[in-house]
C-alpha cells in the first residue's frame, strides 16, 4: 500500500474548524464531504460544540479517536497552536489556512510542519483549497460539489486556478481521479503525490499546474519512474529570466529558469502546454483516445479550405498525412461523389451530411492503414445539424477503441453546440481547426517510445582534474585560468589542441616552436576577464620572430589596460584551421542543479540565443536531441553544398561534459567558446570554468 493511502483513501476524517455558519469555508468543506458520498467516519471540532449538518460537533481534537486525515480550517494563529494536538491524532493533516510563507510568515509555516512532525504527521499545504479523490469517494474541498469521477489527476500549486479547474472541467464533463492543491509545499510536494499517482488505478492522465520546485532533481528522479501507460500535461506560470542573477558566463546568462524548466520536461516526457485552453484539450484528448499505433493521419472535411487550414497545421507540427493515393481510393470510394478528392484531406464536399460522414469515417475506423482521424465540418446553414451531431457520437462511441478520432466543427450557434454535445459525451471536438490538431500531436507525444536511455561511466583523469581544482580552492581563486580549464578539459577527454603556458619570453618561443607554428598567444591573468578586449591576445604567429613581437605587445597592452594585474603569463596555442563554431556550457541551477547548454557560436548564442539545454548528465541520445534541436541545426548537417559536421564528435563532447559537472560539484559553471567542429573532430579552443569556493 502507497503511504500517501491514508489522504487519498482515508478511512477516517476531522474538520478542525467546522463551521456553524453556511458559506464559511469550515462549512463548505464538511457540506462537501457528506455530498460526495464520502462513507468513512467524520468527526467535527470546533468549541462550541452543538450540530452542523445534522452531524455532532466535538469541543476539542481530544475528545475524538486517531484518524486517517485532519482538515485544518482555523486561522494561522490558532492552526499553529493545534497542529501538535492534532497531528497526534492523524497521519495526515490538510492545512487549508492561509497567512504563511506566501505573506512572510515563514516562522509560523515552520513551527506548524514542526509541530506536526513531532508526532509523525504529514502536511499538505497550507493555504490550499482541500483534496479530491474519487478512490474514497471524497470531496474535502471548499470548491464546487459535485467533482465527476475520470481518470484525470489534477496537481495545482495555485489555488483559485485548481477551483478554477474543478469548474472548467464540470463544464467540459472531464473526470477526475483526484485533484490535489499543494500550496505553499512546506512538507508534501508534487514529488510524493506524483509517486501516489503513478501507482493509482483510477489515474491515466496528470495535469500539473506549477510555478516553481525548490527540489527539481527529486522531481526528475521520481517522473523517471513514471510508468509508461501515465501520461503528464504540464502548465508552467512565471518566466523568470535569468538576468536577475549575476552570471560570469554565457550559458549562465541564457539559463532562465523557464528555459530550464522546460528542458526537464523534454528530458523528462512531460508534454508541456502554454496555455490553459491547450492544457485543457490535451488532457481531454488523452484521457479519452486510444494509443496510435501508427502515424497515417487521415483528414475527413466537407470544406477544402478547411481541409487545407488542417493539413498546413499537421504540417506545422509534424503530423503525417497518410498519402497512399491507391489504398486511400480503395478505402473511401463508395463514399466521394465523382467530383470529390482521394487525396488527403479526403474532400467529401459540401454536399456531405450525416450518411456521408457516417460511411466516411467507419471507413477510416476499418482500414488498419490508418492510424488516427481528424474529422472537420464546415457549417452549411442546414437542418441536417441533428442528424450530423447523433452520427458522429453514435459513430465515435462504436468505434473510439479502435484509433484515435478528433473533430473539428467550424461555424455558428449549430456547430457549437454540436461540439458541446460532443464533450458532454467525452468526445475530443473542438471550435478550432489548430486546437485538434495540436490535440492529436500532444496525443501522438503522450505515446513516443522512450527507451531507457543509459549514461555509461567514461574513463577521465579525475585525480588529475581533483588537483587543478582543489589547488584553486586553496588559493581562495573561483575562476580558474585559461590553461586550467583546457587541462581540465583535456583530462575529461575532449580533444583539445596542444597548449603551453609560457612565464617569460624565452618559454614563449620555446613553446611555440614545439607546438609548431602558426600558433595563437594569449594573456593569462586573473585580473584580466576580456582578453581580446585589452589587447591580450595575438593570433596566426608564424614564426619566432612574430612570437617575440607577440609576447612584448600582450605584455605591453595588458599592463597598460590593467596596471595591477598579475601576469602567470602566455598562453601558447596550436592555431587551428576554420570550422563551425560551436558552444559547449554548464551553470548551476538552484532547483536542478547542474544543466547543459549547446548552441553555435558567435551571432548564433549571442543574437539569436538559438540554443538547447538539459539537466546534466544526459544519455549519448539526449546529447543528439540537444544538438538536433537548435534551429541552426542544417548548418552542422551540411546545407548549401557543404558537408556534414562531425556531430558524433560534438555529442560524446556534451556526454563528457555532462559526466564532468556531475562528477565534480565544485564546477559551478563552464563554457567551452568555441568548440570548433570540421567534418571529423571537434577541438576546444577557448574554455571558462568558475568553481564554487566556500567563503
Ligand atoms: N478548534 C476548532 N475550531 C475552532 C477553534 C479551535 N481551537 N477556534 C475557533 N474555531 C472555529 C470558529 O469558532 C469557527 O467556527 P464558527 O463559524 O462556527 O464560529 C471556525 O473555527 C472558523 O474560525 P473563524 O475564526 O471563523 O475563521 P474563518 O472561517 O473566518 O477563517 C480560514 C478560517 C478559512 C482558515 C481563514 O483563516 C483562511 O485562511 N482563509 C483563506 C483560505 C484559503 O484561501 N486557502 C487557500 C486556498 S486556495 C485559494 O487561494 C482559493
Aim: with cysteine; aromatic share 6%; glycine share 8%.
Amino acid at each position: 500500500m502507497h503511504s500517501l493511502e491514508p489522504l487519498f483513501n482515508p478511512k477516517s476524517v476531522a474538520i478542525v474548524g467546522a463551521s456553524h455558519h453556511e458559506g464559511k469555508i469550515g462549512n463548505i468543506v464538511v457540506r462537501n464531504i457528506i455530498a460526495s458520498g464520502y462513507k468513512g467516519k467524520v468527526y467535527l471540532i470546533n468549541p462550541k460544540g452543538g450540530e452542523i449538518l445534522g452531524l455532532p460537533v466535538y469541543k476539542s481534537i481530544d475528545d475524538i479517536p486517531e484518524v486517517d486525515l485532519s482538515i485544518i480550517v482555523v486561522p494561522a494563529k490558532i492552526a499553529v497552536e493545534l497542529a501538535e494536538k492534532v497531528a497526534m491524532k492523524s497521519k495526515y493533516i490538510i492545512v487549508i489556512t492561509s497567512g504563511f510563507s506566501e505573506v512572510g510568515n515563514i516562522d509560523g509555516e515552520r513551527k506548524l510542519v514542526e509541530n506536526a512532525k513531532k508526532h509523525g504527521a504529514r502536511i499538505l499545504g497550507p493555504n490550499v483549497f482541500g483534496i479530491f479523490s474519487a478512490k474514497a469517494p471524497i470531496n474535502a474541498t471548499f470548491g464546487p460539489a459535485e467533482i465527476k469521477k475520470g481518470n484525470i489527476g489534477v496537481v495545482s500549486q495555485s489555488g483559485a486556478l485548481g477551483i478554477a479547474m474543478i469548474g472548467k472541467a464540470a463544464e467540459d464533463n472531464l473526470g477526475l481521479s483526484s485533484i490535489v492543491s499543494i500550496g505553499n509545499k512546506a512538507d508534501l510536494s508534487e514529488v510524493e503525490i506524483l509517486s501516489y499517482l503513478f501507482q493509482d488505478k483510477l489515474t491515466k492522465v496528470i495535469f500539473m499546474y506549477m510555478e516553481g520546485l525548490e527540489n527539481g532533481r527529486e522531481f526528475m528522479e521520481i517522473v523517471k519512474k513514471k510508468p509508461e501507460e501515465k501520461k503528464i500535461i504540464a502548465l508552467k506560470a512565471g518566466r523568470s529570466k535569468a538576468g536577475a542573477r549575476a552570471v560570469a558566463s554565457h550559458t549562465g546568462s541564457l539559463a532562465g529558469s523557464d528555459e530550464i524548466f522546460d528542458a526537464a520536461f523534454r528530458q523528462a516526457g512531460i508534454i508541456r502546454a502554454y496555455s490553459l485552453e491547450d492544457a485543457f484539450n490535451w488532457v481531454a484528448t488523452i484521457a479519452s483516445s486510444p494509443p496510435p499505433k501508427g502515424k497515417n493521419v487521415v483528414i475527413i472535411t466537407n470544406g477544402g479550405g478547411l481541409g487545407v487550414v488542417a493539413a498546413d497545421a499537421c504540417e506545422k507540427y509534424g503530423l503525417k498525412l497518410y498519402d497512399d493515393i491507391e489504398m486511400l481510393k480503395k478505402t473511401f470510394e463508395d463514399v466521394m461523389p465523382e467530383f470529390g478528392s482521394y487525396k488527403n484531406p479526403i474532400d467529401l464536399t459540401g454536399q456531405a451530411g450525416a450518411r456521408e460522414y457516417e460511411l466516411a469515417l467507419k471507413r477510416a475506423f476499418e482500414d488498419e492503414n490508418i492510424h488516427a482521424i481528424l474529422a472537420l465540418y464546415c457549417e452549411r446553414g442546414d437542418a441536417e445539424l441533428e442528424a450530423l451531431m447523433n452520427t458522429l457520437i453514435k459513430v465515435h462511441k462504436e468505434y473510439k477503441d479502435k484509433k484515435p478520432a478528433l473533430y473539428a466543427l467550424f461555424g455558428g450557434e449549430g456547430t457549437s453546440r454540436i461540439v458541446a454535445e460532443m464533450k458532454k459525451n467525452r468526445i475530443p471536438a473542438f471550435g478550432e481547426v489548430e486546437d485538434a490538431v495540436s490535440s492529436l500531436h500532444a496525443l501522438y507525444k503522450a505515446y513516443e517510445k522512450r527507451e531507457e536511455e543509459k549514461i555509461e561511466d567514461v574513463e577521465m583523469d579525475e585525480a588529475g582534474i581533483e588537483k587543478i581544482i582543489s589547488n584553486a580552492i586553496n588559493e581562495g581563486r573561483n575562476r580558474l585560468l585559461s590553461h586550467e580549464a583546457k587541462e581540465i578539459l583535456r583530462l575529461a577527454g575532449l580533444d583539445v589542441p596542444p597548449f603551453r603556458l609560457a612565464r617569460n619570453i624565452d618559454e614563449a618561443v620555446k613553446y611555440a616552436k614545439e607546438i609548431g607554428y602558426p600558433v595563437a598567444m594569449k594573456v593569462v591573468s586573473e585580473d584580466i576577464l576580456h582578453k581580446t578586449d585589452v589587447g591580450g591576445v595575438v593570433l596566426n604567429i608564424d614564426n619566432e620572430e612574430e612570437a617575440i613581437d607577440a609576447y612584448e605587445l600582450i605584455m605591453k597592452n595588458s599592463r597598460m589596460h590593467v596596471p595591477k594585474a598579475r601576469i602567470e603569463g602566455v598562453e601558447i596555442s596550436k592555431m587551428l584551421p576554420k570550422g563551425t563554431e560551436t558552444i559547449i556550457g554548464s551553470t548551476t541551477d538552484a532547483s536542478f542543479g547542474k544543466v547543459l547548454m549547446f548552441g553555435l557560436g558567435g551571432i548564433y548564442v549571442e543574437v539569436l540565443k538559438d540554443v538547447s539545454f538539459r539537466i546534466a548528465p544526459v544519455s549519448k541520445k539526449e546529447a543528439e536531441r540537444m544538438v538536433r534541436e537548435i534551429d541552426s541545426y542544417p548548418i552542422l548537417a551540411g546545407i548549401r553544398g557543404e558537408k556534414r559536421k562531425d556531430i558524433k564528435a560534438i555529442i560524446e563532447s556534451i556526454y563528457r561534459i555532462g559526466i564532468l559537472v556531475d562528477k565534480f560539484e565544485e564546477i559551478a559553471e563552464l563554457d567551452i567558446n568555441p568548440l570548433i567542429v570540421y567534418e571529423k573532430g571537434a577541438k576546444v579552443v577557448d574554455a571558462r570554468i568558475l568553481i564554487k569556493v566556500e567563503k
